[in-house]
């Protein structure tokens, strides 16, 4: 059983950075588009970024565009999203998930079309 397990999360100010990490274990995702999504109190669950399985192909929300930036290790089997200028609206629970099609540079945006998903890790901006 596949399991994705982000890591980064925490409290930081307004204009500070973080990394934010997720390790897929239990199965390879390396061939899978894998993206980022948030999900903030009372608010439905948003898309921040995604990348393919390459690494050659990006998305972005476009609150995030020139602020945050996703990457990937395909021989660590870990996408990163490095999180810069970070305001206290972007304060949410962060996800990490991977889709189930092999080898494709199309990078899907939307949640229905990711198939698995991390726990979550909490991102807190202060003001």
């Known amino acids: 059983q596949v399991q994705l397990v982000e890591s980064g999360g925490g409290l930081v100010q307004a204009g500070g950075s973080l990394r934010l990490s997720c390790a897929a274990s239990g199965r390879t995702l390396r061939s899978h588009a894998k993206g980022w999504f948030r999900q903030a109190p009372g608010k439905e669950r948003e898309f921040v970024a995604a990348?393919?399985?390459?690494?050659?192909?990006?998305r972005y929300a476009d609150s995030m565009k020139g602020r945050f930036t996703i990457s990937r290790d395909n021989a660590k089997d870990t996408v990163y999203l490095q999180m810069n200028s970070l305001e206290p609206e972007d304060t949410a629970v962060y996800y990490c998930?991977?889709?189930?099609?092999?080898?494709?540079?199309?990078?899907?945006?939307?949640?229905?079309?990711?198939?698995?998903w991390g726990q979550g890790t909490q991102v807190t901006v202060s003001s």
């Open positions: 990348i393919s399985w390459s690494g050659g192909s990006t």
């Open positions: 998930a991977a889709d189930s099609v092999l080898l494709s540079e199309v990078v899907p945006t939307r949640a229905s079309q990711y198939d698995y």
